[in-house]
């Protein structure tokens, strides 16, 4: 497989269906955002925690998911979609980290150990993934809403497992002054 091929070079790139957008586009937008926390979050594997390891390579998969769905304005059935058993799954994710960590009663800075800030980071730019797909929603609306709702789980399940790296990493959580 050839790495370039000068189609880009006008400035288009192309859909999963071989049709042409501006590289500036919101379709883009959105999924470059989600490849953006797709590549933060393999910067994080290995954590040294087996059980989130496991997850974030699921979670990379998902992600590829979700840039297909958002790079296929009109999927038939048997293209990869986003559904509500990738939200459930990430939701049972973020039940059981809950379960080692004290409740969280206060804002935390985003920081600790070397995995748990870059988990933060990869929560941060998930939230502005989900953003992108919001206003790529708000112009075509045929958007998977289960994409954008999958995103919002996520950025809650990173935000979890950054403070669940630090705890089993013994860092304490430290709350902003005002």
């Known amino acids: 497989m050839k790495i370039y091929t000068g189609r880009g070079d006008d400035g288009l790139t192309d859909l999963r269906d071989m049709s042409q957008v501006s590289k500036s ?15 933060i979050v393999g910067v994080v594997r290995p954590t040294g925690h087996d059980d989130i390891d496991e997850w974030l390579r699921a979670i990379q998969n998902h992600l ?11 999927p038939d059935d048997d293209d990869p ?8 799954q990430v939701e049972s994710w973020i039940d059981e980290a809950n379960e080692e960590l004290d409740p969280l009663e206060q804002f ?3 920081s ?3 995995p748990g800030a870059k988990l933060h980071h990869a929560r941060a730019v998930c ?10 929603a708000t112009q075509e609306p045929e958007v998977n809403d289960q994409a954008i ?8 399940l990173l935000f979890t497992l950054a403070r669940l790296v630090n705890k089993r990493e013994g860092v304490r959580e430290e709350n902003p002054d005002y």
């Open 25 to 39: 586009s919101q379709r883009i937008e959105a999924y470059g955002t989600v490849d953006e926390v797709n590549a």
């Open 64 to 74: 590829h998911v979700v840039q297909a769905d958002f790079a296929t304005p009109e």
């Open 81 to 88: 979609v986003i559904d509500s058993d990738h939200v459930e």
């Open 108 to 110: 935390i800075l985003p």
């Open 112 to 114: 600790g150990s070397k």
């Open 127 to 136: 939230r502005r993934a989900e953003r992108r797909a919001v206003s790529l």
């Open 149 to 156: 709702i999958y995103l919002n789980r996520l950025s809650d």
